[in-house]
């Protein structure tokens, strides 16, 4: 029988509990305070609980890519606040850290400029055996990129040309890639936006890029449109993930991930089918958005 892993405390959000009590607060609003925290804590722990038996096949995973020393890279893409941090902590928790890894690339300095537009990634593609989760990746160009005008047209462009024969390679040449994109509705990356701007403790989260992002939201929907239909392929598809239940999301990523490869010692008790609310592939959702194109009267790009 397979052990289950155990919580990792570590890995829970900072919150107040650290804080010295105001020198007003008595004994009982201490009390009060601590078992409101102990709360939410043990909320947290029973929300995660689901993805428990996930994150042993994450490991038997790992184990079977380290065996064959087989590369895989996992692209996380989407609007900002669509969850994609606190899927990638979930994935990676009790993964070998030497072998497993997150990469978050910021912008690109003025050397990097000058290279070719891929190179930055490449520097950081797992070796065999290794497994790195993009935090966003060279989608930037065809998402954030043109929709803030931190692209020229022309490199835009060029992007599209490039990136199906980049991937292509990549794939033909040994490296399982999986293309994920959170997909989160307005009304809910509204919400995280305000709680972020009202949590001390989430502050941080919220960027000039964050504040703008509900004005940009159709120019977004636009160069998601754009990707999907240019550079879901065959070899290299996009997945979509539907966040606006986090917990949801997690637990259908892991699925995801898990079943782009065949390793050994898959648990046959656990259901490893993604829920098809949650999951669809890149041509369903472009599909879906013509339809609502075409419902609102808006011509299709």
Same mark, same amino acid.
């Given at each position: 029988?397979?052990?289950?892993?155990?919580y990792?405390?570590?890995?829970?959000?900072?919150?107040s509990?650290?804080?010295p009590?105001?020198?007003t607060?008595?004994? +009982?609003e201490r #009390?009060r305070r601590?078992?409101?925290?102990r709360n939410? %804590?043990?909320?947290?722990? &029973? @929300?995660?609980?689901?993805?428990?038996?996930?994150q042993?096949?994450l490991l038997?995973?790992q184990q079977h890519?380290?065996?064959?020393?087989?590369?895989m890279?996992v692209?996380f893409?989407g609007?900002?606040?669509?969850?994609?941090?606190g899927?990638i902590?979930r994935?990676?928790?009790?993964?070998?850290?030497?072998?497993a890894r997150?990469v978050a690339?910021?912008?690109?300095?003025?050397?990097?400029r000058t290279q070719?537009y891929f190179?930055r990634?490449?520097e950081?593609?797992?070796a065999?055996?290794e497994v790195v989760?993009?935090?966003r990746?060279?989608y930037?160009r065809?998402l954030?990129e043109?929709?803030?005008?931190?692209?020229?047209?022309?490199?835009y462009?060029?992007?599209?040309?490039?990136?199906?024969?980049? +991937?292509?390679d #990549?794939?033909r040449q040994?490296?399982?890639?999986?293309? %994920?994109y959170?997909?989160? &509705? @307005?009304?809910?990356?509204?919400?995280?936006?305000e709680r972020?701007?009202?949590?001390?403790l989430r502050?941080w989260?919220?960027?000039?890029?964050d504040?703008q992002?509900q004005e940009l939201?159709d120019?977004f929907?636009?160069?998601?449109h754009r990707?999907?239909e240019?550079?879901?392929?065959a070899l290299?598809?996009?997945?979509?993930i539907?966040s606006?239940s986090?917990?949801?999301?997690r637990l259908?990523?892991?699925k995801?991930?898990?079943n782009?490869?065949d390793?050994a010692?898959?648990d046959p008790s656990?259901?490893?089918?993604p829920d098809?609310?949650?999951?669809?592939s890149?041509?369903?959702?472009?599909?879906r958005?013509?339809r609502e194109r075409?419902?609102?009267?808006?011509?299709?790009?």
């Amino acid at each position: 029988m397979t052990t289950q892993p155990s919580y990792d405390p570590d890995a829970v959000e900072l919150t107040s509990i650290g804080r010295p009590p105001a020198d007003t607060e008595t004994v +009982e609003e201490r #009390l009060r305070r601590l078992e409101e925290e102990r709360n939410r %804590l043990q909320a947290m722990l &029973d @929300k995660d609980r689901p993805l428990h038996p996930y994150q042993v096949e994450l490991l038997k995973l790992q184990q079977h890519l380290e065996a064959e020393q087989i590369p895989m890279i996992v692209l996380f893409e989407g609007r900002d606040a669509a969850g994609k941090g606190g899927t990638i902590r979930r994935v990676l928790r009790f993964m070998n850290e030497k072998r497993a890894r997150v990469v978050a690339l910021g912008k690109p300095t003025e050397r990097q400029r000058t290279q070719w537009y891929f190179q930055r990634y490449v520097e950081h593609f797992p070796a065999g055996g290794e497994v790195v989760l993009f935090d966003r990746s060279w989608y930037n160009r065809a998402l954030v990129e043109p929709v803030f005008g931190f692209c020229t047209k022309s490199e835009y462009r060029d992007f599209l040309r490039g990136v199906v024969g980049f +991937e292509k390679d #990549l794939v033909r040449q040994g490296t399982v890639l999986v293309k %994920l994109y959170f997909s989160v &509705d @307005k009304p809910t990356q509204a919400r995280r936006f305000e709680r972020r701007r009202n949590d001390p403790l989430r502050q941080w989260k919220l960027s000039e890029i964050d504040m703008q992002a509900q004005e940009l939201w159709d120019a977004f929907t636009d160069m998601k449109h754009r990707m999907l239909e240019r550079t879901s392929t065959a070899l290299a598809p996009w997945t979509i993930i539907r966040s606006s239940s986090k917990p949801k999301a997690r637990l259908n990523t892991m699925k995801v991930i898990l079943n782009a490869v065949d390793y050994a010692g898959r648990d046959p008790s656990l259901d490893f089918t993604p829920d098809p609310e949650i999951v669809v592939s890149g041509t369903e959702e472009l599909m879906r958005m013509d339809r609502e194109r075409d419902q609102l009267g808006v011509p299709r790009l």
